[in-house]
């Protein structure tokens, strides 16, 4: 708008000759140029701002992309850590079950070991009474331990010895039944079968001493029951 005012000022000056050379017309083309050199300094400062604002504006651009990346990419490491810190609380309490337990078992292995040889050394001693009442504690603790089936014949020898007979054959029956694969219920049959005769169940201690010649037949127990029916025969 500015150029073309300025031109048709020139067109209406320029073709009058009067006014050619006139110092207003030289002063106002002087003017005129003036003005056209400031307009394209400011269309090139235009130009350049735009420029400027178009290259801030992808910047800002990358800058938030760089912004979400770097967001993204913490919030990955922040949900690794809290895995790894997961796993870890889980093996610390894992372990520390372990170790419980080991304690556990090992407390109460020397308890039971300790109950099984007090009641042990009462039976030595000839303290049938205490001898029975601590195999029977050490059972209830470890029905299936060492040595349970041990304390189970030790009871019936404590009865038997004791002269307490159906409380001996008691004891045998049991050890019989809990620990059929005992390497005592050959001697523990043996000894059912003495107490039986002692009851006068005769054929019953027969038939035992046969159980222990027929199942046991290379042990002292097998030996012992051969013995027994010899006598038996007389």
Known sequence: MIRSVLFISI????????????????????DIRMLEQRNERIEGAVSELAQLAQGLSKQLAEQANAARKLSADQMVVLEETLTTVRVLREQVAETNQRL?????????????SKLFENARADYMAGN??????????????SPQGRNAAMAGYYMGE????????????????RLISA???????????????????ELGRIKEA???????????????A???????LTALAR
Request: hydrophobic residues 40%.
């Open 11 to 30: 067109g209406v000056f320029g073709a009058n000759p009067v006014f050619a050379q006139s110092a207003a017309e030289r002063q106002l083309a002087a």
């Open 100 to 112: 419980a337990t080991i304690l556990e078992k090992s407390t109460s292995s020397v308890d039971e």
């Open 128 to 141: 049938y009474e205490l001898a029975v009442q601590g195999f029977a504690e050490y059972l209830k603790v």
């Open 158 to 173: 404590a009865h038997r010895l004791n002269r307490k007979l159906d409380e001996a054959l008691a004891a045998y029956d």
């Open 179 to 197: 620990h059929p694969t005992s390497e005592q219920i050959p001697n523990a049959r043996v000894r059912r079968g003495e107490v039986l005769n």
């Open 206 to 220: 027969r038939a035992e001493y046969e159980t222990v010649i027929k199942d046991s037949p290379n042990t002292d």
């Open 222 to 228: 097998a030996t012992l029951a051969k013995q027994r």
